[in-house]
């Protein structure tokens, strides 16, 4: 995994501080203590200290050296809980509540990042991807200039010619349940910056859908192809293109017949779905069945990062998502 290799010196080379919500899980521990000794970024876990140091000496997991914070014991508290009312008031949040849900882990991880006292976050080894993106969504906020945080996966599919030599970026198979043709064009846009920005990799951006430039006439097809016609607007430096059939996007010879003129067909190396259902669908059939590496789901478009896991994750995949994330905190200075 050639990639991950540069991502990990990327991340030695300018230390992150990255907290792990979950601190007193066992996986999130084991990865904590690999990230400090590989000295890949500065980890932070949240929890009860106590039950998290008797924890990690059950499983023998060495400690030292890492951060621990216990919301409760927080001198920091305080001020989340007042920020965070501040940030919520005009939503109905009362300083009762915001005094009851700051002291949430995610909701208490979260405040670290916004306020600086942490350059990004990650969790998800026990909770859902909307546990985690809701207090993102409402303290982290999008990107200036981006309206849609949006999720990818980066597919390295062993062996294979397609893409970027089995390399290939998918989006958006984690967030947007439906997005809206506007929606659609800022995600193959973010895309787009995320492979050049972390996987330094020119990207060829297909719009995927089951109809290749007109083939066939529905409302999903038409969502697709004003989704491509207003990325190419929006970002003309960029090559983006479609509608287009999976084969159409990543087999020449395909592309050679259903897409003559495109200069993204048959070379595709981004691959962004009409919808959840498709792409969480289609990443997960890659992986399956051609063995795929499938790192993500990674978020993009937040202000600050913060990435989720899958709940079945092992302790190695939690240390390449913070690494991932601390190459995220460096670009996002
Ligand atoms: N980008 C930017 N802002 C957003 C987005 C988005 N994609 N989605 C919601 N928001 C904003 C809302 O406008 C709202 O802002 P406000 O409160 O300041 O007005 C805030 O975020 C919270 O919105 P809600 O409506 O409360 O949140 P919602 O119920 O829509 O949940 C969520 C958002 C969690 C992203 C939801 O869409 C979701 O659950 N998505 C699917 C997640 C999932 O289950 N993925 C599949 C599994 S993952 C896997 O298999 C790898």
Redesign the pocket.
């Known amino acids: 995994m050639e990639l991950m290799k540069k991502l990990w010196n990327a991340a030695k080379a300018d230390k992150k501080r990255i907290v792990l919500p979950e601190g007193e899980e066992e996986r999130t521990l084991s990865a904590a203590e690999k990230i400090y000794k590989l000295e890949l970024a500065y980890p932070i876990l949240i929890g009860d200290d106590e039950k998290i140091y008797r924890k990690a000496k059950e499983i023998g997991v060495n400690l030292e050296g890492i951060e621990i914070v216990n919301p409760e014991k927080s001198e920091r508290l305080g001020e989340y809980i007042k920020e965070f009312y501040e940030l919520r008031k005009n ?1 109905g949040m009362t300083m009762e509540k915001a005094d009851k849900i700051v002291r949430d882990p995610l909701y208490f991880g979260t405040m670290m990042v916004k306020l600086d006292d942490a350059d990004g976050m990650v969790s998800g080894a026990i909770h ?3 546990d985690l ?2 207090p993102g ?2 303290i982290i906020k ?1 990107t200036p200039g981006v309206s ?3 999720s990818f996966f980066i597919m390295m599919v062993p062996g294979s010619k397609y893409g970027e030599e089995g390399l290939l970026l998918f989006s958006d ?5 439906n997005p809206t043709y506007e929606q659609l064009a800022q995600i193959a846009i973010a895309t787009a910056d995320t492979a050049r920005k972390l996987c330094k990799i020119e990207p060829r951006v297909a719009m995927l859908s089951f109809s290749t430039m007109g083939s066939a006439d529905h409302e999903t097809v038409d969502k697709v192809r004003r989704a491509t016609e207003l990325a190419k607007e929006l970002r003309p430096d960029l090559l983006i293109d479609g509608e287009m059939q999976l084969d159409a996007a990543i087999v020449e010879k395909v592309a050679s017949q259903k897409a003559p003129n495109s200069k993204v067909a048959g070379r595709a190396n981004v691959l962004i779905f009409p919808d ?1 259902q498709s792409g ?1 669908i289609g990443y997960k059939l890659v992986q399956r069945f051609a063995n795929a590496d499938a790192i993500g ?1 990674m978020c993009q ?1 937040f202000a600050k990062p913060i990435n989720d896991l ?1 709940r079945g994750c092992s302790d190695d995949d939690i240390v390449n998502v913070v690494v991932l994330t601390a190459v995220q905190a460096q670009e996002q200075k």
């Not at 198979?173 to 349940?177: E, G, K, Q, R």
């Open positions: 939503k859902t991807t909307g993106l809701r969504l409402q999008t849609v945080v949006s198979c984690a967030v947007n349940p959840l969480n789901p478009g899958s």
